[in-house]
């Protein structure tokens, strides 16, 4: 592996049934990247992010976390060795709070919502998935509505959400699945300061958009997928002079 690779993906391949979604798909997310991972509707981004995350099963390749195989490694696992992600259609508990959502999400406070036999290394834990719950969700704009039922707030503060409870596990690796989507324009901005920050506190991204200003805005690189293939790696700016991009938008 290159030295600061944090994920490495080699060869990788996904059929449905009849429908071969991804075939030798090959990339490389250095230790720092925000990537941004695009395509057309179809093109198997998602696909690639279960598997990635272990939410789906590769029919073949090989799949690294910091030189570590790990496909094929059930998804709490991947969480304990540093990697979250967030869905492109979050679903909420009905009966929780945004800020109860959150704090469900820590790893580290199995004691959270029991309240016998609580020992105080619970007790400790508790506090400190509270505390880091209500920076968290200071930081993605919901400190607002933190003791809504989480199945009342918009799609976008949903989203936001997501990523929160994503980062409740202290992920060094953190991929999202359309995190613009259906998220307010004057919160798109928000968004990307909030991902700066977190890339600058150490977290690498991996981030699955349509929003073309979000990419410009947010990504170091963008790798592009096409009918299952990897078609192209480059910087945002040179997406649009990028021939294989072009093709796998228009179709040709
Ligand atoms: P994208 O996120 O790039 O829009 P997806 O990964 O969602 O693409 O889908 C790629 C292809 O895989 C589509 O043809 C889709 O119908 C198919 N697909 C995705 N998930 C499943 C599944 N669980 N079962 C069957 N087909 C699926
Ligand atoms: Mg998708």
């Known amino acids: 592996m290159s030295t600061n690779a944090i994920l490495e993906v080699k060869n ?38 279960n598997i990635i995350s272990g939410f789906v099963g590769p ?6 976390l910091v030189g570590r195989s790990i496909a094929g490694m059930p998804t709490y696992r991947l969480v304990q ?11 909420m508990p009905q009966k929780m709070s945004v800020l109860e959502v959150a704090m469900a999400a820590a790893t580290d406070a199995h004691g959270v919502f029991s ?5 105080a290394r619970d007790r400790a834990a508790e506090r400190r998935a509270l505390e880091r719950a209500r920076h968290l969700l200071d930081e993605l704009l919901l ?14 503060q949903k989203k936001l959400l997501g990523i929160v409870c994503a980062l409740m596990a202290e992920p060094r690796l953190l991929m999202l ?15 990307v300061q909030a991902l700066h920050r977190l890339n600058a506190s150490g977290v690498t991204l991996v981030i699955v958009e349509h929003d073309m200003h979000f990419i410009r805005d947010a990504c170091s690189r963008c790798i592009v997928l096409d009918q299952g293939e990897i078609v192209a790696s480059c910087r945002p700016d040179e997406l649009a002079s990028n021939a294989r991009v072009v093709q796998a938008y228009l179709g040709a």
């Open 177 to 191: 699945d359309e995190p613009t989507a259906g998220v307010h324009p004057n919160v798109r901005n928000d968004i």
């Open 143 to 156: 400190t607002r509505v933190a003791h809504l039922p989480a199945s009342a707030i918009s799609g976008g």
């Open 115 to 119: 309240t016998l036999f609580r020992t």
């Open 12 to 49: 990788l391949a996904k059929a449905f049934a009849a429908n071969k979604v991804l075939h030798h798909v090959n990339f490389e997310v250095k230790q720092g990247e925000i990537v941004g991972l695009l395509g057309p509707n179809g093109s198997g981004k998602s696909t690639l992010l």
């Open 81 to 91: 060795e540093g990697m979250a992600r967030t869905f492109q259609l979050p679903i």
């Open 59 to 64: 029919d073949a390749g090989e799949i690294r």
